[in-house]
């Protein structure tokens, strides 16, 4: 049996047994991690392969993190071959046992960081297959980040209580801000310009939160917005909640009629309404 062996404590720079065994000429080998090298103290010789059997790889915690791992494995291994189409998400979904949800997180990501390319009425298509570290990169995102589920569970349980409490204090200074971003984003819907629109879509729920005139919520609003901008999220709203230019007008008229309660200082409408543009979304990334 091997045990650990104590080192002297001669300098900063200390080794660390990882103990010790016999080698096949009888003599003793002890392994030391010293300046991060695995080595044997007699030949002083490097013993990479020992550490890599000494410490495992680590594994996505996510399902659709781990649902991008299968597909990146699956495209290096030329079964998705690079212009061809992937499976859909629903024969996906099965085959991996997963929700469609975490099939089309993990989709966006890969489409965010370019292995993935989705065409409107047609699926998702192999861009390219990942080199080294690009490999990581989705998996990376979708670890990192909140969960599309998460941002739409928070929006759709503050948003709500926002807009009410937006149709109770707002002034008409309020109103005619509001009125004027919703006016810019429908004609942006219109020209189905999504990134402007986009942009136009976070300053219209900062604007909304301004006018409840309570910074605790006009500061929590705008930590919220900002999740608007993880790649995921981002993704997934273009491209399956805003995939086409008149599901982008359409959103963009639910924000409008979100306004008309505000202006008609409607509490109980303006709530209903934003909830249920969040439940509407919830239907889309769950259907």
């Not at 937006?166 to 109103?175: G, L, N, P, Q």
């Not at 509001?178 to 219109?190: H, P, V």
Request: proline residues 4%.
């Amino acid at each position: 049996m091997s045990q650990g062996v104590d080192l002297p404590c001669h300098n900063e720079s200390i080794p660390v047994s990882l103990g010790i065994s016999s080698t096949p000429a009888g003599g003793i080998l002890r392994r030391v991690w010293d300046n991060g090298i695995l080595s044997d103290s007699m030949t002083a010789k490097p013993i990479r392969e020992e550490m890599s059997q000494l410490i495992q790889p680590v594994r996505p915690t996510k399902v659709s993190a781990q649902v991008a791992e299968q597909i990146i494995r699956l495209i290096k291994e030329g079964v998705f071959k690079v212009g061809e189409r992937l499976p859909s998400e629903k024969e996906l979904a099965e085959l991996m046992g997963v929700s469609r949800a975490s099939v089309r997180e993990a989709l966006a990501a890969l489409e965010a960081v370019g292995i993935v390319e989705a065409k409107v009425g047609r699926g998702n298509f192999v861009r390219r297959s990942p080199v080294g570290e690009e490999e990581a990169e989705p998996l990376v995102v979708l670890e990192s980040e909140a969960g599309c589920l998460e941002i739409m569970e928070a929006r759709g349980a503050f948003d709500p209580v926002v807009a009410s409490l937006a149709a109770r204090y707002a002034t008409k200074e309020d109103v005619t801000k509001l009125r004027s971003i919703y006016e810019a984003m429908l004609s942006l819907a219109r020209a189905n310009d999504f990134e402007r629109y986009f942009s136009l879509d976070k300053e219209f729920h900062c604007a909304l939160a301004e006018a409840t005139h309570n910074r605790l919520i006009i500061a929590v609003m705008r930590l919220l917005v900002e999740t608007m901008d993880q790649k995921v999220y981002r993704e997934f709203a273009h491209n399956f909640y805003m995939n086409t230019p008149k599901e982008l007008e359409r959103v963009a008229e639910i924000h409008g009629k979100v306004l008309e309660a505000i202006a008609a200082g409607d509490p109980r409408a303006a709530a209903r309404r934003m909830r249920n543009h969040w439940e509407r979304m919830r239907k889309v990334y769950e259907a």
